[in-house]
């Protein structure tokens, strides 16, 4: 089964495809095949293309996932080409994973942006600025980290999200 995600003027819509039959109607917009894991782009020729087996989901929001509450910056390396390293056993216990899009919102200097995750050193307490970022944060601020996922109504109802306290020296 292909999962077939549509997008449109910033909405998304995700229709499933079984055989690579399509049904949709669509102009001007762009369609994103996700096959084993992999973005891949999908040529179709814009305008009706028929087909059978489709479900869609009415909408998806964007839902707070993880979240470690007020850390702090215990590094900045304005030399590295960019990221947020995070100590590994903060990243389990809020379940962020490596490469992940984070925010991250400086309660000290009112600072926001976003970033992608390095694992750092487990147990270290490590939380360190990269790049551009460190220019923004600095060592010795308090930060707060939040991951964020798609679902659907149905899915948020059920779900939620990893929040984690860290003590002093930003440790379990």
Do not use: W
């Given at each position: 089964?292909?999962?077939?995600?549509?997008?449109?003027?910033?909405?998304?819509?995700?229709?499933?495809?079984?055989?690579?039959?399509?049904?949709?109607?669509?102009?001007?917009?762009?369609?994103?095949?996700v096959?084993?894991?992999?973005?891949?782009?999908?040529?179709?020729?814009?305008?009706?293309?028929?087909g059978?087996?489709?479900?869609?989901?009415?909408?998806?929001?964007?839902?707070?996932?993880?979240?470690?509450?007020?850390?702090?910056?215990?590094?900045?390396?304005?030399?590295?080409?960019?990221?947020?390293?995070?100590?590994?056993?903060?990243?389990?216990?809020?379940?962020?994973?490596?490469?992940?899009?984070?925010?991250?919102?400086?309660?000290?200097?009112?600072?926001?942006?976003e970033?992608?995750?390095?694992?750092?050193?487990?147990?270290?307490?490590?939380?360190?600025?990269?790049?551009?970022?460190?220019?923004?944060?600095?060592?010795?601020?308090?930060?707060?980290?939040?991951?964020?996922?798609?679902?659907?109504?149905?899915?948020?109802?059920?779900?939620?999200?990893?929040?984690?306290?860290?003590?002093?020296?930003?440790?379990?």
């Open positions: 089964m292909e999962k077939i995600c549509i997008l449109r003027k910033g909405s998304l819509r995700e229709k499933i495809v079984q055989k690579g039959k399509l049904q949709f109607s669509v102009a001007n917009t762009a369609i994103i095949c096959c084993q894991k992999k973005a891949v782009p999908l040529q179709v020729k814009l305008g009706n293309v028929t059978t087996n489709i479900v869609q989901y009415k909408m998806l929001l964007n839902i707070l996932k993880s979240k470690i509450h007020r850390v702090t910056v215990t590094e900045a390396n304005l030399e590295y080409i960019g990221s947020i390293t995070i100590d590994e056993d903060l990243m389990d216990a809020a379940g962020i994973v490596a490469g992940e899009r984070v925010q991250v919102v400086d309660n000290s200097n009112g600072a926001r942006l970033t992608y995750v390095i694992p750092g050193k487990r147990g270290s307490g490590c939380i360190c600025m990269n790049g551009a970022a460190a220019h923004l944060i600095h060592v010795g601020d308090t930060v707060i980290i939040m991951a964020y996922a798609l679902m659907t109504p149905e899915e948020q109802k059920a779900f939620h999200p990893h929040i984690v306290f860290p003590k002093a020296g930003n440790l379990l």
